[in-house]
C-alpha cells in the first residue's frame, strides 16, 4: 500500500493531478491513516464486599483487583468462620463466583456479582467497581 500512495504523491509532485483528485484515489484504493492502536488506558478497579445485619452493623471491604484472589480465599474464611452471616457465607458457590468475576475482569465490566438478601434483613453485596 506504501507503494500505491507514494505515485499518488509523485503525480500531486508533478501537478499531474490535484490534491481532491488524490484523495478520491487513496479513497477508491482503500488506503487509510495507519496509527498505531491506542493503548487501554488502565483503570484503578476493585472488589467490593458489604456484610450488613438487621441492626444496620456492616463490614464493607474494598479490594484492588491484584488482591482479588486474597480477598476470596478471606470471603471464604469468613464462610467458615463463626458467627451471623456463617450460614449464607456458606451457601456461595466460591468456584462459580471466581469465574465470574474472572470473566467481568476479562470483559471490562463493572457491577453487581452477588447479591443475598436473607428474610432476617442480612444482606451480602459483591460488587466489582
Not at 506504501?2 to 508533478?14: G, H, T, V, Y
Not at 458467627?83 to 457491577?111: A, F, I, P, Y
Amino acid at each position: 500500500m506504501k507503494e500505491e500512495l507514494r505515485k499518488i504523491l509523485d503525480l500531486i509532485e508533478q501537478d499531474r493531478i490535484t490534491a481532491a483528485q488524490a484523495a478520491e484515489l487513496i479513497e477508491a484504493m482503500g488506503i487509510e491513516d495507519e496509527q498505531p492502536e491506542k493503548p487501554r488506558q488502565q483503570t484503578r478497579r476493585t472488589l467490593r464486599v458489604l456484610l450488613m445485619s438487621a441492626s444496620g452493623e456492616k463490614v464493607n471491604v474494598k479490594l484492588p483487583v491484584g488482591l482479588l484472589r486474597s480477598g476470596l480465599d478471606i470471603g471464604k474464611h469468613f464462610a467458615s468462620a463463626s458467627g451471623k452471616n456463617k450460614e449464607t457465607l456458606s451457601n456461595l458457590d466460591w468456584d462459580q463466583l471466581t469465574t465470574t468475576v474472572d470473566q467481568m475482569l476479562e470483559d471490562g465490566t463493572t457491577g453487581e456479582i452477588v447479591n443475598i438478601a436473607k428474610p432476617s434483613g442480612e444482606r451480602i453485596l459483591i460488587l466489582l467497581e
